[in-house]
């Protein structure tokens, strides 16, 4: 692997959903690849799958304006994704004859990573036609992540300026956010129709959230730029262009935030103003209609299992309850004299576990936090065959959206290698990042955790392109608190104080199956979910308060986690019998990560296929 960038202090945070703009051409280029697809039925099947993959990717691909510009291309470098109806009528059109087209291949005159290749697609294809079902009750807006925050973030972030025709594709994405939000508008109203709606308190944050996007020059009179202002103005002054070049791209970016931007936002503001007080009271989808079926299917596409809500809360509570006992451990080594929740406290509240909430303090913690990686990463080779080319930067949330932003996060790299994956970390208040945490929280977000799996699904060879980016949450984030467990088998954690944070971290994701399915299955309000994880984790109350305001936001992402950890534990641990002393965790990990995101079902398959090769 490649060293390290800099840390970058004051760095970006950049995680989009999906945009949109009208394009004209999308119901051509989708009859265009189908009509391509439907003649290769005659041609061998292992050439005919491999031409089906391929197309089906560029399809996807080139329906997406924005996913091209995360991947490093710039096709439509000006344009954002459309959410339209149409285009999502056209969109599960697409995904129904696809699912029809990939039955017809034989099975038997298929390799086996043909095989795998085909039950992927067909998992992911009937996933997401069940997900299409409930079309309208994922929130199209929420607090936690959406188009208010997705304009800023995207073009800080995702959109590179590197000459004047990548300048002039900001200036027309600039342009095309009054589209844009005219589209999430209309979604809005649309499941304001159907009664979806979040609950009243997340409103207040969007509505904060969009102000300060258009806060600043040259929305208003203030003396400080606004954030995507400052940010067009740095890329374009980095350009080798003439001055009179500079001037027209900023006049014209400038027409673009007065006449396209602000209106959008105004507009949005006003629609959230209006829905807030049709919101119906209390925080879980219970409250929707059809929440309980909608719930199912979140646990379902969240988890790869058909395990219920009642199931996952009771395996919360039993994992809650093994990590408390860990725990205690830990307090008798660090002799400490009180109850568990005393504990608590003397974590949540002591000076020396954290940073000091200034800027010098900020910067001591990315230089720490990159630290931690730049060792971990020496030891990789040790555990790991296959690591990844691409390099890795930590980064700060920026100011704009941090309030609302959850602590750390991971962004992947792009495929040309001209953004490196990126470790987020939330500085927004330092209690809320205690120092004992570090070292799990580098490991899940960094090494060996997300740039080691997301980076290496980029750059595997012999596989079709979309199984590098088809999304298995269980699998992905199972990874990611797995490696927080490994890295204690790898000699990290002397500190006892820091294998507490591991515990930590892991409790939280415990406590998550408890509060989640108690949210949206068992009616529990929000502030009952807050007092749960208080009274039963470490972590100070506004970690607490941000993370029941996540898991409301998302119902059903955060119990992934744990669970796809648990799988993965549990096939090492069957591995490691089956085979003894033939055991090899470096081949081990390799069958994990070789094959990309897979559901936990397939991930148990490969493992098992594993130990009989190496039998």
Not at 110 to 132: E, M, P
Not at 315 to 328: E, S, W, Y
Not at 491 to 502: C, K, M, V
Request: aromatic share 10%.
């Amino acid at each position: 692997m490649k060293r390290l960038l800099k840390v970058l202090p004051l760095g970006a945070l950049a995680i989009a959903i999906t945009g949109c703009s009208p394009q004209t051409t999308e119901s051509t280029q989708v009859a265009e690849v189908t009509t391509e697809v439907s003649q290769t039925l005659n041609q061998n099947d292992s050439e005919k799958l491999a031409q089906y993959f391929a197309e089906m990717y560029q399809t996807d691909l080139k329906r997406s304006p924005q996913s091209q510009s995360y991947r490093g291309y710039k096709w439509d470098y000006d344009k954002w994704d459309d959410i339209s109806e149409a285009t999502k009528n056209e969109t599960r059109a697409l995904l129904e004859k696809r699912l029809v087209d990939l039955q017809k291949f034989e099975m038997a005159k298929l390799n086996a990573q043909q095989k795998l290749s085909i039950k992927v697609a067909i998992t992911d294809i009937k996933r997401r036609l069940a997900n299409d079902e409930f079309r309208h009750h994922t929130y199209i807006m929420h607090q936690y992540r959406a188009f208010h925050t997705l304009v800023p973030s995207f073009l800080i972030n995702i959109h590179s300026v590197t000459n004047m025709d990548d300048a002039k594709a900001y200036v027309a994405r600039l342009n095309g956010v009054n589209t844009m939000f005219t589209q999430v508008i209309e979604q809005l109203r649309t499941r304001e129709k159907l009664g979806v709606f979040p609950p009243k308190w997340a409103y207040d944050k969007m509505i904060q959230a969009s102000q300060n996007v258009v806060a600043g020059k040259p929305f208003d009179e203030t003396s400080q730029d606004s954030t995507i202002w400052a940010d067009f103005k740095t890329k374009v002054n980095a350009l080798e262009l003439t001055a009179t070049e500079k001037s027209t791209l900023m006049a014209d970016a400038e027409r673009a935030l007065n006449q396209s931007v602000f209106p959008a936002y105004q507009n949005m503001i006003q629609e959230l103003k209006q829905q807030r007080q049709l919101s119906p009271e209390g925080d879980g989808v219970w409250r929707l209609p059809e929440g309980d079926k909608w719930y199912k299917n979140r646990l379902a596409w969240f988890t790869t299992t058909d395990l219920d809500a009642e199931q996952v809360h009771q395996l919360g509570l039993q994992n809650v309850a093994r990590i408390h006992d860990a725990m205690g451990e830990i307090m008798q080594k660090v002799e400490f004299k009180g109850t568990l929740n005393e504990f608590f406290l003397f974590m949540r509240n002591a000076d020396e576990f954290n940073y000091p909430n200034t800027d010098a303090g900020r910067e001591a913690y990315m230089v720490e936090a990159k630290n931690l990686i730049d060792i971990m990463e020496a030891k990789i080779p040790e555990y790991f065959g296959l690591t990844p080319k691409a390099r890795m930067q930590v980064k700060r949330v920026e100011a704009f959206r941090e309030k609302s932003a959850g602590k750390a996060f991971y962004q992947s790299p792009s495929k040309d290698g001209s953004r490196p994956g990126t470790y987020y970390a939330n500085l927004y208040n330092m209690q809320d990042m205690p120092n004992y945490q570090m070292e799990a929280l580098a490991y899940h977000e960094g090494i060996p955790g997300h740039h080691m799996q997301r980076a290496i699904a980029q750059e595997l060879e012999g596989i079709p392109e979309f199984r590098k980016y088809v999304s298995f949450t269980a699998y992905t984030e199972g990874w990611g608190l797995y490696s927080e467990e490994l890295a204690k088998d790898m000699g990290f954690y002397q500190d006892p104080y820091s294998d507490f944070g591991r515990l930590a971290m892991e409790l939280w994701r415990a406590c998550r199956l408890v509060v989640d399915t108690g949210i949206h299955a068992k009616k529990w309000s929000r502030e009952q979910a807050i007092e749960y994880l208080i009274a039963n984790t470490p972590n100070p109350e506004n970690d607490s308060v941000k993370a029941i305001e996540r898991y409301i936001a998302m119902p059903g992402q955060a119990t992934a986690y744990l669970i796809g950890k648990l799988k993965i534990m549990e096939l090492r641990a069957t591995a490691k019998e089956a085979l003894g002393e033939k055991f090899d965790i470096r081949g081990f990990h390799d069958e994990i990560l070789k094959d990309g995101p897979v559901p936990l079902n397939i991930l148990e398959t490969k493992v098992q296929s594993w130990i009989k090769s190496q039998q």
